[in-house]
């Protein structure tokens, strides 16, 4: 049973940083590479970026040169660093395997709220 646990997520003001975390139960990170999606109010759930099983990595263009993927598979977690964060990535943050997500894997996510 895969069980995804996010954490990090909080308030800061925009140009800030902040430094979410995704605990992985399960065999998954040496199965499959791993991604962050989000989800702000109103909208869908867009994906962030992955991290392939190889280790390279993709970003979404809105997100390209301010966070940063990385997975420690030691420690079977998963993480993004956010630095520069605009209003725009308000949003709840979910971590998962990378496109296509599982739909079962999905955890609770974690809230980052940037505002002044």
């Known amino acids: 049973q895969v069980q995804l646990v996010e954490s990090g997520g909080g308030l800061v003001q925009p140009g800030g940083s902040l430094r979410l975390s995704c605990a992985a139960s399960?065999?998954?990170?040496?199965?499959?590479?791993m991604g962050w999606y989000r989800q702000a109010p109103g909208k869908q759930r867009e994906w962030v970026a992955t991290i392939r099983s190889g280790g390279s990595t993709i970003y979404a263009e809105s997100v390209m040169g301010r966070f940063t993927i990385s997975r420690d598979n030691t420690k079977n977690t998963l993480y993004l660093q956010m630095n520069r964060l605009k209003p725009e990535d308000t949003a709840v943050y979910y971590c998962?395997?990378?496109?296509?997500?599982?739909?079962?894997?999905w955890g609770q996510g974690t809230q980052v709220t940037v505002s002044s």
């Open positions: 399960g065999n998954i990170f040496s199965l499959y590479g």
């Open positions: 998962n395997t990378g496109r296509p997500p599982i739909h079962g894997y």
